[in-house]
């Protein structure tokens, strides 16, 4: 009888252990930064990812300068947040973990993309890109500024992809972007 009790025991152990293994390959598997996928970034930035705030407690020398709402009333909110600091124009790729009783969002940082420069002629366009002809709300792109309502001279584009959590670099061809305050 002594023995069947350790021999379940152990077994009760082992499945146990098992489990938290499973655990830790979901978690990253949904997006969780690994050391290595933070390598781009310099140490200051990587410290940011995971990182939650409010709207009164951004980050520290870090300033809002635009943001763009993805699956606003579809269930998962996220935001991709225009930010500069440390000399540098950044995206900040966030998802919404709560709003205040006013409304106003807080965020958890999942991912940081340093901007290339943007000339005067160009802009940043955030949610307003179809690709192949289909509106695209994860593109995120740097076009050159012209005096119309449709941008096709796209300089460099990313996808802030939802599933797996990470800003992508993506192929320019077949994008068109929409100046929203063309007519403004």
């Keep these: ?22 655990q ?6 949904q997006g969780e ?5 933070l390598a781009h970034l310099p ?5 940011l990812i ?3 705030f409010g709207p009164d407690s951004m980050p520290i020398g870090y300033k809002e300068e635009t943001g763009y709402v993805m699956g606003y009333l579809e269930g998962d909110e996220y935001i991709i947040d225009h930010v500069s600091g440390d000399n540098l124009q950044m995206l900040w790729f966030c998802k919404l973990t709560s709003r205040d009783t006013e409304g106003r969002p807080f965020l958890k940082i ?13 802009e940043l366009l955030m949610g307003t890109c179809k690709y192949n002809e289909e509106m695209d709300p994860e593109i995120v792109a740097i076009v050159k500024f012209n005096e119309s309502e449709v941008k096709s001279d796209v300089i460099q584009a990313w996808r802030a992809n939802r599933n797996s ?8 061809t077949n994008i068109t972007c929409f100046n929203e305050s063309f007519y403004l």
């Design 1 to 22: 009888m002594r023995t069947s009790l350790i021999v379940v025991i152990g077994l009760l152990f082992l499945l146990n252990c098992g489990k938290k293994s499973d």
């Design 24 to 29: 830790k390959t979901g978690a990253a598997d």
């Design 33 to 37: 930064q690994t050391e290595s996928s």
């Design 43 to 47: 140490e200051n930035l990587q410290k």
């Design 50 to 52: 995971g990182v939650e």
């Design 110 to 122: 999942l991912d940081i993309l340093i901007l290339p420069q943007i000339e005067k002629k160009e």
């Design 165 to 172: 959590r990470k800003f992508e670099i993506i192929p320019t």
